[in-house]
């Protein structure tokens, strides 16, 4: 299996960037999608970004497009999110999670999933 672990998380004042990075543990992760998923106490979880196996192809959620950015450095078997002008709303537990080749908009079809990173935007 793909075991990932996502850092870079913390606290920012809006207006702030971040960037998230999600580590695989083997070079089939080079085979696999990323996508990025948010939750917030009370809410579901939700799609945020994802990244298709070649990184020619990226999605966003309309409430952080033009803010927020993915990439893939196959070479280093990671992901990255980019995420700038950071809002409160943006506060969140940020998961990585994988699916073999292609974005779904479907969570369940996702197979590997990390262990999530805070994100706290506030003054």
């Known amino acids: 299996q793909v075991q990932l672990v996502e850092s870079g998380g913390g606290l920012v004042q809006p207006g702030g960037s971040l960037r998230l990075s999600c580590a695989a543990s083997?070079?089939?992760?080079?085979?696999?999608?990323i996508g990025w998923f948010r939750q917030v106490p009370g809410k579901e979880r939700e799609g945020v970004s994802c990244?298709?196996?070649?990184?020619?192809?990226?999605y966003y959620t309309d409430s952080i497009k033009g803010r927020f950015t993915i990439s893939r450095d196959n070479a280093a078997i990671t992901v990255y999110l980019q995420m700038n002008s950071l809002k409160p709303e943006d506060t969140a537990i940020y998961y990585c999670?994988?699916?073999?080749?292609?974005?779904?908009?479907?969570?369940?079809?996702?197979?590997?999933w990390g262990q999530g990173t805070q994100v706290t935007v506030s003054s």
């Open positions: 083997t070079f089939t992760f080079n085979f696999h999608a």
């Open positions: 999670a994988a699916r073999r080749n292609f974005c779904s908009d479907s969570q369940s079809l996702y197979n590997y």
């Open positions: 990244i298709n196996k070649s990184g020619g192809i990226a």
